[in-house]
């Protein structure tokens, strides 16, 4: 073991033990401000303060204290917290309480297998869902909770559409996986079964001998900008230079799961816009200038409630978090002219 991987072990160490008395003391029903402020000033002294991912265990090592400070527990919450963590929402233990997927945000450390981002806190969690929030409401015009969710949760079926050109290239539609097969699974079963023929003077040609057939893909993860989705204001594709080809899975053909799952995304919409009106109500996250709404802590605790439930964000983590995303999207002042 080198001695960085020894370190990383004795700050996660740490960290467990400092996070199991402030648990252990909110089950007594302690009043935590003073003591969780000497914790972490005894963390910080000790060189433990920097968050770790550990891939093995899907969680972030500080990730108790984040759910101690940040998240409405009731005793019950508390216990699992302690003693069964594996029952928890999957996204609390990596202080992603809006479930969000990796795309190179500020405040991620890592990812787990499924693409979920290991936040270093849960402010730069909420930082981000304010971000994004912020993004499809002014930038795509989604404007309703059913038109957000409809992208931040999209349903697991649909057909696999692709545009051809008048000059016989393929693109890929909106919403599709822009990057090919490239190393997947199927790239390598078809390199591994090619075949030769002879041609005419006597040169090999090197031909596949599984039999060509449509591949319906799955949409690219709404929660990554730009890898799918154009903004509202953007110029309007030429529809007279395409054809659209669609396949339909055997699901979507068969009329599988997809009703479930128009429920299941209309059921979250309601929960994200309950107390503002229905899932087709604009929900009026920002006003004509760009700035947040009270509406927008209200959808983000609505939201958070949905992906980690039973368990909800505090007001507090909200608007701390809404606060960070604003001081990340004002532009910086321009230097004062000499």
């Known amino acids: 073991?080198?001695?960085?991987?020894?370190?990383?072990?004795?700050?996660?160490?740490?960290?467990?033990?400092?996070?199991?008395?402030?648990?252990?003391?909110?089950?007594?029903?302690?009043?935590?401000?003073?003591?969780?402020?000497?914790?972490?000033?005894?963390?910080?002294?000790?060189?433990?303060?920097?968050?770790?991912?550990?891939?093995?265990?899907?969680?972030?090592?500080?990730?108790?204290?984040?759910?101690?400070?940040?998240l409405d527990l009731d005793t019950s919450a508390l216990t699992r917290v302690l003693r069964?963590?594996?029952?928890?929402?999957?996204?609390?233990?990596?202080?992603?309480?809006?479930?969000?997927?990796?795309?190179?945000?500020?405040?991620?450390?890592?990812?787990?297998?499924?693409g979920h981002?290991?936040?270093?806190?849960?402010?730069?969690?909420?930082?981000?869902?304010?971000?994004?929030?912020?993004?499809?409401?002014?930038?795509?015009?989604?404007?309703?909770?059913?038109?957000?969710?409809?992208?931040?949760?999209?349903?697991?079926?649909?057909?696999?559409?692709?545009?051809?050109?008048s000059k016989g290239t393929t693109k890929a539609a909106d919403g599709l996986a822009t990057r090919g097969l490239r190393n997947t699974l199927r790239a390598r079963f078809l390199a591994g079964r090619t075949g030769r023929s002879k041609v005419a003077g006597g040169k090999a040609r090197v031909h596949t001998v599984i039999a060509a057939a449509p591949m319906p893909m799955l949409r690219a993860p709404a929660i990554v900008i730009g890898f799918g989705e154009k903004p509202a204001n953007s110029a309007p594709t030429r529809l007279a230079s395409l054809t659209l080809s669609i396949t339909l899975p055997p699901q979507?053909?068969?009329?599988?799961?997809?009703?479930?799952?128009?429920?299941?995304?209309?059921?979250?919409?309601?929960?994200?816009?309950?107390?503002l009106g229905s899932p087709e109500t604009d929900l009026a996250l920002f006003d004509a200038a760009g700035a947040p709404t009270a509406n927008l802590a209200r959808v983000m605790r609505n939201m958070a409630a949905v992906e980690i439930g039973p368990m909800t964000a505090d007001a507090a983590l909200v608007e701390a978090g809404i606060a960070r995303a604003v001081a990340l999207w004002t532009p910086a002042p321009a230097p004062p002219s000499e």
């Open 117 to 165: 981002v290991a936040f270093s806190s849960a402010t730069e969690g909420a930082a981000v869902a304010a971000l994004l929030l912020r993004r499809y409401y002014t930038d795509y015009g989604r404007h309703t909770a059913l038109a957000i969710v409809s992208r931040w949760a999209p349903a697991q079926c649909g057909p696999a559409i692709a545009l051809r050109s």
């Open 1 to 70: 073991m080198s001695a960085s991987d020894d370190s990383g072990l004795r700050a996660t160490d740490g960290t467990l033990i400092a996070e199991t008395i402030l648990l252990l003391l909110s089950l007594a029903g302690a009043d935590l401000a003073d003591a969780r402020g000497g914790m972490e000033r005894l963390m910080a002294s000790a060189g433990l303060a920097d968050p770790l991912f550990q891939p093995g265990l899907r969680e972030v090592s500080n990730w108790r204290a984040e759910t101690l400070q940040h």
């Open 84 to 114: 069964e963590p594996e029952r928890l929402p999957r996204c609390v233990r990596l202080n992603n309480y809006w479930c969000i997927k990796s795309a190179g945000w500020k405040g991620e450390i890592a990812s787990d297998a499924e």
């Open 252 to 275: 979507v053909r068969s009329g599988g799961s997809c009703p479930a799952e128009s429920q299941r995304i209309r059921n979250y919409a309601t929960r994200a816009s309950a107390g």
